[in-house]
């Protein structure tokens, strides 16, 4: 019988943990060595691609919903309800086409922020080992189909539901199907009982799941949808919620929607008590409120957000949580693997030792009897792939390839040697132990090959040159090399050790040699280390390798330069670094060296105790906990295990340190960006309230009517706000420290700011709008002018807005070409609105004579000096704070 997937029959697909695993294979028409690749395709056409049903993605109808549900809607269709009640028809239809703008603004910007986050999410495509004719190959998840024959090691997402037909000390955590936290032993090859629950088929894997330890062949039973995940994929798809700077601008838009309800109290009362018509009172007051709640704000925000994950991921950053844009601009503390990411993880072996012959060059491969077996033992004890004629399609541990590229160096076949002597049993490399070893068939017997750190391994071995052989180790090491020991041992066919004897066999070995391999620091390192601590970034080095070849690293790197900067996870064991000078004494190394994985959360949470925002890099299925518990988890997109690139919040791309770099700056520049839609947004609304409240306490009559506020916030808030969000980072953005991760938004700096700002705009068109009054104008003839003074205030401003230090002149224009078109087209409006008929009658407008708009510029302008005045007093205080110091 042979079933597939989309079976026209209509019947179930088999109980894949009751079956044998003949009976699995026959069943798929595959074999244990896989698929030819023309099957695969066929089936691949077939049966489609090895997918999940989508998350849902909500509609712009939905979008739009949520958009108009908003408190600021619901207050402006009341005001509208209000005229309409009143018989003032037009008034209720202008407001009926504010709230269309503004949420037709809102949804669409919000929309094509989801859009860019879903293309994004699909960059990060993961991957997985597959056998076809014959060979082990990588392939995308997304290709696999059933009768598909996988190689998964210890960091490997689960790609597809898989019943094993081999597999070394497996263990997978399967906490997202089934809620079981621990991992669980994966060993069982036979068939289970059919009535066997989800939980308890160890003789499967699951599609989602992630292995923890170990080593496993299985065949693929189902793909995409019909696996066990897909089948209630919708289930686990819960909405996340938003990033906390999102909930914390929520808080302070409601502080203000109270401030602002408060002062809107205020007026009114005035206004009533001075006999006003009640009708006008409650629709200017709508009005007002509208005015200074920064409405456009949360769009805003998005907007600024979803620019910045477009621009990192163009700097190789990928964004997972939309939190970490604005934590990585807070950051203080990188905590960096070494491996792979301040180096190439490009291992290439250049220095052997071999006992009783001593220390040799690879430069001229030695080719003697010694040589040789060191060798085949590091060939042996290998999971990896690698072809000379190929070498860029080599897969696997880098170690492991440059044990296998070694061996060719050494005119010996790894293929060849590993089909003479199969495997029995292995002992997978893992990061805590730090050896390798295999056991493999020989003669009638077994050997045993080990390969792993030298103060590890060579302390197993008997002998008399182990002394000799670890300084020899730690010299090497001194010069930035990493070394591995290599040994082995035979057993006669009567003692080979079963699985549970293996461990405790690894023992009384005989040395074979140690292996000094070079792996090459990134070009981009070194810069990327010193643009750090230019922007007051520390960064730590973490790794598993030995203290000295450590401490030569970060000696080329400008990281550390004395032996005192480095803690080794053999102190944070021991509890010499704890306590409150621990703290300290951790928080200062600059050097983590022969640290287990498990130890890096210790760290993180040291030195987020020492009061850090913590990033920290980590590629390895023990790093996940570290992951999560820092600030910010960064894992690698190219190296890194499908584990961690699972918790991190954020993915590089090209596993390249340097990239961190430039995700801190796009993070800066993002909170920046923020804070300038804030001073924009609040400042005008601030200045608004400044000219009405002064004209309703000193008697007269409203400078602007409830119409003429909600217009003059359509053209200055409508797209300006926006285009600030696209405003580029700022040079010296990487010479400022960073600031400080619970900084609250409305700071003092930005109070000053918004003060200054709202103040004199204020102040400015109320004397304006007294002056036209006392000369002897009409109400409507003062509003029209002071309306069109607002406009230009308003939209001049913005140009303050593109820097908090920065004079504005220094900023091209070019450098933000929105801003300048949002600016001109409400301009346009303004200028064109008295000439357009119904808009004319409904805002009350008319032209404004060319003599007094030769005086209306200038004093609009006289806003741009005034700020340009505070920024320079600011920037000069600051240069005086730092003489000082
Ligand atoms: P790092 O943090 O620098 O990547 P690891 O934790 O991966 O270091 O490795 C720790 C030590 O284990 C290394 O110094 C090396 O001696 C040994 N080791 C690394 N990779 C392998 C491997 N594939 N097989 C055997 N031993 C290894
Ligand atoms: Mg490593």
């Given amino acids: 019988m042979s079933y597939m997937p989309v079976d026209r029959t209509g019947a179930a697909p088999p109980l894949w943990h009751a079956l044998s695993e003949r009976q699995v294979l026959e069943t798929l028409s595959t074999s244990a060595t896989g698929l030819s690749a023309g099957e695969a395709d066929r089936r691949l056409a077939a049966f489609g691609p090895n997918l999940l049903p989508e998350p849902p993605v909500r509609t712009i109808g939905a979008i739009l919903l949520a958009q108009i549900w908003s408190p600021l809607i619901a207050l402006l269709l009341a005001a509208a309800a209000v005229a309409a009640a009143m018989g003032d028809l037009e008034d209720a239809v202008f407001i009926l086409i504010v709230v269309l703008i503004n949420t037709a603004i809102g949804a669409t910007q919000e929309y094509r922020a989801q859009a860019n986050t879903q293309a994004l999410r699909a960059r990060i495509r993961t991957g997985t080992r597959v056998r076809r004719d014959g060979t082990i190959a990588p392939i995308e998840s997304r290709a696999l189909v059933v009768g598909d024959m996988l190689v998964l090691e210890a960091g490997d997402r689960v790609p597809?539901?898989?019943?094993?037909?081999?597999?070394?000390?497996?263990?997978?955590?399967?906490?997202?199907?089934?809620?079981?936290?621990?991992?669980?032993?994966?060993?069982?090859?036979?068939?289970?009982?059919?009535?066997?629950?989800?939980?308890?088929?160890?003789?499967?894997?699951?599609?989602?799941?992630?292995?923890?330890?170990?080593?496993?062949?299985?065949?693929?039973?189902?793909?995409?949808?019909?696996?066990?995940?897909?089948?209630?994929?919708?289930?686990?798809?819960?909405?996340?919620?938003?990033?906390?700077?999102?909930?914390?601008?929520?808080?302070?838009?409601?502080?203000?929607?109270?401030?602002?309800?408060?002062?809107?109290?205020?007026?009114?009362?005035?206004?009533?008590?001075?006999?006003?018509?009640?009708?006008?009172?409650?629709?200017?007051?709508?009005?007002?409120?509208?005015?200074?709640?920064?409405?456009?704000?949360p769009v805003a925000v998005t907007i600024a957000l979803a620019v910045a994950t477009r621009r990192m991921a163009r700097r190789h950053v990928i964004v997972r949580q939309l939190a970490a844009v604005e934590g990585l601009g807070a950051c203080t503390v990188i905590a960096t693997d070494k491996t792979g990411t301040l180096t190439l993880n490009k291992v290439a072996a250049r220095r052997l030792w071999l006992p009783g012959e001593g220390d040799v060059l690879l430069a001229s491969a030695p080719s003697d009897e010694m040589a040789r077996a060191l060798g085949e033992a590091g060939a042996l004890c290998n999971d990896a792939t690698f072809d000379p004629a190929h070498p860029d399609q080599a897969s696997g541990d880098a170690v492991d390839i440059a044990f296998l590229r070694l061996a060719h160096d050494l005119s010996l076949d790894p293929a060849a040697l590993a089909a003479a002597h199969p495997r029995l049993r292995d002992l997978p490399f893992d990061a805590a132990r730090k050896f390798a070893a295999a056991l493999n068939t020989?003669?009638?017997?077994?050997?045993?090959?080990?390969?792993?750190?030298?103060?590890?391994?060579?302390?197993?071995?008997?002998?008399?040159?182990?002394?000799?052989?670890?300084?020899?180790a730690e010299r090497m090491a001194a010069d930035g090399y990493r070394v591995l020991a290599v040994a082995g041992r035979r057993f006669d066919a009567h003692d080979v050790p079963d699985a549970a004897a293996l461990p405790a066999a690894v023992d009384r070995l005989t040395l074979l040699g140690l292996v000094g391999f070079i792996d090459p620091l990134r070009p981009e390192a070194k810069a990327a280390v010193a643009a750090c601590t230019a922007a007051g970034v520390a960064?730590?080095?973490?790794?598993?390798?030995?203290?000295?070849?450590?401490?030569?690293?970060?000696?080329?790197?400008?990281?550390?330069?004395?032996?005192?900067?480095?803690?080794?996870?053999?102190?944070?064991?021991?509890?010499?670094?704890?306590?409150?000078?621990?703290?300290?004494?951790?928080?200062?190394?600059?050097?983590?060296?022969?640290?287990?994985?498990?130890?890096?959360?210790?760290?993180?949470?040291?030195?987020?105790?020492?009061?850090?925002?913590?990033?920290?890099?980590?590629?390895?299925?023990?790093?996940?906990?570290?992951?999560?518990?820092?600030?910010?988890?960064?894992?690698?997109?190219?190296?890194?295990?499908?584990?961690?690139?699972?918790?991190?919040?954020?993915?590089?791309?090209?596993?390249?340190?340097?990239?961190?770099?430039?995700?801190?700056?796009?993070?800066?520049?993002?909170?920046?960006?923020?804070?300038?839609?804030?001073?924009?947004?609040?400042?005008?609304?601030?200045?608004?309230?400044?000219?009405?409240?002064?004209?309703?306490?000193?008697?007269?009559?409203?400078?602007?009517?409830?119409?003429?506020?909600?217009?003059?916030?359509?053209?200055?808030?409508?797209?300006?706000?926006?285009?600030?969000?696209?405003?580029?980072?700022?040079?010296?953005?990487?010479?400022?420290?960073?600031?400080?991760?619970?900084?609250?938004?409305?700071?003092?700096?930005?109070?000053?700011?918004?003060?200054?700002?709202?103040?004199?705009?204020?102040?400015?068109?109320?004397?304006?709008?007294?002056?036209?009054?006392?000369?002897?104008?009409?109400?409507?003839?003062?509003?029209?002018?002071?309306?069109?003074?607002?406009?230009?205030?308003?939209?001049?401003?913005?140009f303050n807005c593109r820097s908090e230090t920065l004079s504005a002149f220094r900023l091209p224009l070019a450098n933000n070409l929105p801003l300048a078109f949002a600016v001109a087209a409400a301009l346009l409006a303004s200028l064109a609105a008295p000439f357009v008929p119904g808009l004319r009658d409904v805002l009350d407008v008319a032209p404004i004579a060319p003599d007094l708009m030769l005086l209306l510029v200038p004093i609009a302008a006289s806003i741009i000096l005034v700020i340009e005045g505070d920024k320079f007093l600011r920037r000069r205080a600051a240069a005086r704070k730092a003489q000082t110091c």
Wanted: charged share 20%; glycine share 10%; aromatic share 4%.
């Fill in 442 to 472: 020989a003669g009638g017997g077994a050997r045993l090959s080990v390969k792993g750190a030298a103060e590890v391994v060579v302390p197993l071995c008997t002998g008399a040159e182990s002394a000799q052989a670890l300084a020899v």
């Fill in 160 to 297: 597809a539901d898989l019943r094993l037909i081999a597999a070394s000390q497996l263990q997978a955590d399967e906490a997202m199907l089934t809620g079981e936290s621990l991992p669980v032993d994966k060993l069982e090859l036979r068939a289970l009982p059919e009535g066997a629950r989800l939980a308890d088929r160890t003789n499967m894997l699951h599609a989602g799941t992630m292995i923890q330890r170990g080593r496993c062949e299985a065949v693929v039973v189902a793909t995409g949808g019909s696996t066990a995940i897909g089948q209630i994929a919708r289930a686990l798809q819960a909405p996340s919620a938003g990033p906390p700077l999102l909930r914390r601008l929520d808080r302070f838009s409601r502080l203000l929607a109270l401030v602002a309800l408060s002062l809107v109290a205020l007026v009114v009362a005035i206004q009533l008590a001075g006999g006003a018509p009640l009708r006008e009172t409650v629709f200017f007051a709508i009005a007002l409120a509208v005015s200074i709640i920064p409405e456009g704000l």
């Fill in 539 to 798: 960064v730590k080095m973490i790794t598993g390798d030995h203290a000295a070849t450590a401490l030569a690293i970060a000696r080329d790197l400008g990281i550390a330069d004395r032996p005192d900067q480095i803690v080794t996870g053999r102190d944070l064991e021991a509890g010499t670094a704890y306590g409150p000078p621990g703290i300290e004494r951790l928080a200062r190394a600059r050097v983590f060296a022969r640290v287990e994985p498990g130890q890096k959360v210790e760290i993180v949470q040291a030195l987020q105790d020492a009061g850090h925002v913590v990033a920290m890099t980590g590629d390895g299925v023990n790093d996940a906990p570290a992951l999560r518990r820092a600030d910010l988890g960064i894992a690698m997109g190219r190296g890194g295990t499908d584990v961690a690139r699972e918790v991190a919040d954020l993915v590089l791309t090209d596993d390249n340190f340097a990239s961190v770099v430039a995700g801190i700056e796009e993070g800066r520049a993002a909170y920046a960006n923020i804070r300038k839609v804030i001073l924009l947004l609040v400042g005008t609304g601030a200045a608004e309230a400044a000219m009405v409240l002064l004209a309703v306490l000193s008697g007269l009559p409203a400078p602007l009517t409830a119409v003429q506020l909600l217009w003059l916030n359509l053209v200055t808030n409508g797209g300006q706000d926006v285009a600030l969000a696209f405003e580029k980072a700022e040079p010296g953005l990487l010479h400022r420290p960073p600031r400080p991760g619970d900084e609250p938004i409305l700071d003092r700096l930005m109070l000053r700011q918004i003060a200054v700002a709202g103040l004199y705009m204020g102040v400015v068109a109320y004397a304006v709008f007294a002056a036209l009054l006392g000369a002897g104008r009409s109400a409507e003839e003062a509003r029209n002018v002071t309306l069109m003074l607002m406009v230009l205030f308003q939209n001049m401003h913005v």
